[in-house]
Structures are given as C-alpha cells and as structure tokens.
C-alpha cells in the first residue's frame, strides 16, 4: 500500500487531504487496509446515493461494460434515451431535452453556453446581445473556468485571471439588491436551490418565488445547479421542490448522485418557446455543443439503476425521516458547540460555535472537527470555515444515523470547553 508520502510525490497537492485511506465499502461503511472502520456519511460528497457495493448497481455496471462500454455520440445510444425519459418523465415531470456530460462543472458550463445563446436569440433593448449571468456568494459551480468564474467565492479563482467575463455574485436572499442589480446585458441568473460547499445556505421560498418573477419580468433564464442538492437527497427528485414547489427552471444540471459513484453528468433544456417557434432547447442544435465520453452506455446504465432505485425504494421520502431523527437528536444535545442545522433530508450542515470549540490556530473549525470526527470512525465533510456536513447515502440505515450522532456528540465534548 502507498504511503501519503508516494501521494505527495506522485499526484498533484491540490487537495488537503485527511489522513483515512479507505480501501473497502460495503454500504454506508468504508475499511482501510488496518481494518479501521468508517461510517460515511461524506459519500463520495453526496455522490455515493446507493452506498458502497450496491449489488443491483455493480451488477448492472459489470454487465454493461460486458457488452458495450462506449460508442461515441455519432451513434444512437438506446441507454441515453431511456436515462434523459426518466430525468424528464419522472425527476422533473416537466418537459424538455437533456445532455449528457461528464461532471458537475461540465453540465454548468453547458447552461452557460445556454444563456449565451439565448442572450443572442433575445437581445436587450437596444437590440445589443446580451451575455451576463447573476449568481450568489457563497455558490460553488464547478472547477472549470466558466464554473469558478459562475461561483461566488474568491479562493477558487485566485491566480487564474483573465476569468470569464459576464458575471456578477449578489447575496443570496436579498430580492431587492437582486432587483436593483439586473442591467440591459443581464440574461440569466444561476443558483443553487440549497447551496452545498457554500455551507448549506438556503434561498428562502419568497426568494424563490421572486426570481421566477424577474425573470419573466426581465426576460432572463432561471437556471438551476441541482449538482449536490438534486435527485432524492433533499426529500425531492427536483431539489429545489423541498423548498418552493411551483418554481419553474427553463434549465438544470446534475452530475454527482446520478451515478451513484460513477462519473456522469447531465443537463436538462426546456421546451419553452423562444424565438419563432424555437424552444428553449433548440438554440443548442447539432454542432453546438459536445463530449467525447458524455452519455456513453456504461454511464447511462449507472444513471439509470440509481435512478431506478432512489424512486423505486422511496429514498426520497426516508431521508425526510433521517432528517427529523438527526434535527429531534441534535436538538435534545443543546450543545453548546452547535449554533444551529440547516439544510434538508440528507444534505444537512451542522452550524459551529468557534467560540465554543477548541481549534489550532490558523484551523478552521470545521476542517479541525472533520479530522477529529474521521480519527472518531465517522467521516463528515467540512462546507465552509463553521459548518460540518452530514450526507450519508440514501440507504443508510436508522441504527447507522444514531451510531453516526453518538460519535458526533462525543467528539463534540472532547473537542469543546
Ligand atoms: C452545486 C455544485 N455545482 C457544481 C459542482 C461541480 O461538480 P464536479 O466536481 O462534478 O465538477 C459541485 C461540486 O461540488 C457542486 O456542489
């Protein structure tokens, strides 16, 4: 087994990493080569819906491969058309088209390209293109440049200037500098229903409910990064559902639980009518945009089981109850080291009380009680400098939550006071 020196060595040190090497999962746990064991509830980071070793998922997978790993998109991909059916039909029950990508960042940079297109098919007032994108602090959008460019926090973008230009980040939740802020070239505001490396930070349903009427007002596109926060995790296949049902996007992306560990991305179009007769859709015709690997049957056929799975066994529905146990536990804690736990179903950020915490200097809260919860056997990713994540997968069972809030109470204790 390599040593965390050989990973120095050899793999670029763009993550600092914990000191857990998991070798081994078999639903939501995970062993190291030692034999120490892990509950996970980081799951890949709310990637992992299945948990680890899903029977029906690696079965699929291995058959697939068997048969037809890739084919390229110059070819009919049968798994493509049945995966993007249940997106629609079923996830979003609204309907339209769907692309295939290869991650999150990918699948925004494809609704980036989206609002550019359509900031041409519909330009301002004095007939100019229009090409800016409204976002929020404190988003996170992906690694690319168009996504650390779309993303409202700094520290992703430093040192890579020049970065794409045509976007501005508002705070989250203040309808009115939102109102103030629109310009002729704005054409599209982007934003995560319920913002996950940002720190669990919801929009508000009145927020909600006010962008979708700017965006009439306005003529913009609402688009939604449904990455971390999509497909069952919060109690709905459309995440943004558990905070304001009506809300209509006219585009979404995913990547993350939708292969359930396998790397596959998407994003959804509207059928909306644009331009002269036009939908939404159409202003991504043949030529416009494309991936070697996106939408290969191996990937569709992970999609698809997950899917398949999620809707068939109700996950959604019992990660409302996990929700309720983990809300009733923590508050019967009254701990004075968590201020408060926002989020929804299983994407839920536990608030820090620095103050109340004893952290190294220079550490941030959440990262100092990530290492000692991972020291612990539980493993739970830090989201911002004060907030920790609980997002087992969608399986996890009633007996794993409670081991997982015992461990998190006694670390509390032996990390605070
Ligand atoms: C909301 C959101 N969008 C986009 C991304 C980027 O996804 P990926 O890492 O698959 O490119 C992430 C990743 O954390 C995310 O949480």
Same mark, same amino acid.
């Given at each position: 087994?390599?040593?965390?020196?050989?990973?120095?060595?050899?793999?670029?040190?763009?993550? %600092?990493?914990?000191?857990?090497?998991?070798?081994?999962? /078999?639903g939501?746990?995970?062993?190291?080569?030692?034999?120490?064991?892990?509950? *996970?509830?980081c799951? $890949?980071?709310?990637?992992?819906?299945?948990?680890h070793? *899903?029977?029906?998922? +690696?079965?699929?997978?291995?058959?697939?491969?068997? /048969?037809?790993?890739?084919?390229?998109?110059?070819?009919q991909?049968?798994?493509?058309?049945?995966?993007?059916?249940?997106?629609?039909?079923?996830?979003?029950?609204? =309907?339209?088209?769907?692309?295939?990508?290869?991650?999150? %960042?990918?699948?925004?940079?494809?609704?980036?390209?989206?609002?550019?297109?359509?900031?041409?098919?519909? =330009?301002?007032?004095?007939?100019?293109?229009?090409? @800016?994108?409204?976002?929020?602090?404190?988003?996170?959008?992906?690694?690319?440049?168009?996504?650390?460019?779309?993303?409202?926090? @700094?520290?992703?973008?430093?040192?890579?200037?020049?970065?794409?230009?045509?976007f501005?980040?508002? @705070?989250?939740?203040?309808?009115s500098?939102?109102?103030?802020?629109?310009?002729?070239?704005?054409?599209?505001?982007?934003?995560?229903?319920?913002?996950?490396?940002?720190?669990?930070h919801?929009?508000?349903?009145?927020?909600?409910?006010?962008?979708?009427?700017?965006?009439?007002?306005?003529?913009?596109?609402?688009?939604? *990064?449904?990455?971390?926060?999509?497909?069952?995790?919060?109690?709905?296949?459309?995440?943004?559902?558990?905070?304001?049902?009506?809300?209509?996007?006219?585009?979404?992306?995913?990547?993350?639980?939708?292969?359930g560990?396998?790397?596959?991305?998407?994003?959804?179009?509207?059928?909306?009518?644009?331009?002269?007769?036009?939908?939404?859709?159409?202003?991504?015709?043949?030529?416009?945009?494309?991936?070697?690997?996106?939408?290969?049957?191996?990937?569709?056929?992970a999609?698809?089981?997950?899917?398949? @799975?999620?809707?068939?066994?109700?996950?959604?529905?019992r990660?409302?109850?996990?929700?309720?146990?983990?809300?009733?536990?923590i508050?019967?804690?009254?701990h004075? %080291?968590?201020?408060?736990?926002? $989020?929804?179903?299983?994407?839920?950020?536990?608030?820090?009380?620095?103050? %109340?915490?004893?952290?190294?200097e220079?550490?941030?809260?959440?990262?100092?009680?990530?290492?000692?919860?991972?020291s612990?056997?539980?493993? +739970?990713?830090?989201?911002?400098?004060?907030?920790?994540?609980?997002?087992?997968?969608?399986?996890?069972?009633?007996g794993?939550?409670?081991?997982?809030?015992?461990?998190?109470?006694?670390?509390? *204790?032996?990390?605070?006071?």
């Open positions: 087994m390599n040593t965390a020196e050989d990973l120095a060595r050899y793999v670029l040190p763009t993550y %600092a990493r914990f000191p857990v090497a998991p070798v081994r999962g /078999e939501t746990l995970l062993w190291d080569e030692d034999g120490n064991r892990y509950l *996970d509830f799951a $890949g980071l709310a990637t992992c819906s299945l948990g070793g *899903d029977t029906p998922l +690696s079965r699929a997978i291995a058959r697939q491969a068997s /048969e037809l790993i890739h084919c390229c998109n110059l070819y991909i049968d798994k493509q058309v049945e995966l993007a059916r249940c997106l629609v039909d079923e996830c979003l029950e609204l =309907p339209g088209r769907v692309f295939f990508s290869n991650s999150g %960042a990918e699948s925004n940079d494809g609704l980036i390209k989206l609002a550019r297109r359509f900031g041409q098919a519909r =330009p301002g007032p004095a007939g100019q293109p229009r090409h @800016e994108i409204l976002t929020f602090n404190k988003s996170f959008h992906g690694r690319t440049l168009g996504g650390i460019a779309a993303t409202g926090q @700094e520290k992703v973008k430093e040192g890579f200037a020049p970065l794409l230009p045509g501005r980040h508002l @705070e989250l939740n203040d309808l500098s939102l109102t103030s802020n629109i310009r002729p070239e704005t054409c599209a505001i982007l934003l995560e229903a319920i913002q996950g490396e940002g720190g669990i919801l929009a508000s349903r009145e927020f909600l409910q006010g962008v979708q009427e700017l965006c009439k007002e306005h003529d913009l596109l609402l688009l939604l *990064d449904e990455v971390q926060c999509g497909l069952g995790r919060t109690g709905e296949m459309a995440g943004w559902r558990s905070i304001e049902p009506g809300l209509i996007p006219d585009a979404v992306s995913w990547a993350k639980g939708l292969g560990g396998f790397p596959i991305g998407a994003f959804w179009i509207s059928e909306r009518i644009v331009t002269d007769n036009t939908p939404l859709f159409g202003l991504m015709g043949a030529g416009s945009h494309g991936s070697t690997f996106g939408g290969s049957p191996l990937a569709c056929t999609g698809i089981t997950v899917l398949r @799975e999620v809707i068939d066994q109700e996950l959604p529905a990660a409302l109850r996990h929700e309720r146990t983990i809300r009733e536990t508050a019967s804690w009254q004075p %080291a968590i201020t408060e736990v926002r $989020g929804k179903g299983l994407l839920l950020g536990i608030g820090l009380n620095i103050e %109340a915490l004893r952290v190294p220079g550490l941030p809260a959440s990262i100092h009680l990530s290492g000692e919860l991972a612990a056997g539980l493993l +739970s990713p830090p989201a911002g400098p004060d907030t920790v994540r609980l997002m087992p997968p969608l399986t996890v069972s009633s794993e939550i409670d081991e997982a809030l015992e461990i998190f109470r006694h670390t509390l *204790d032996r990390t605070s006071g």
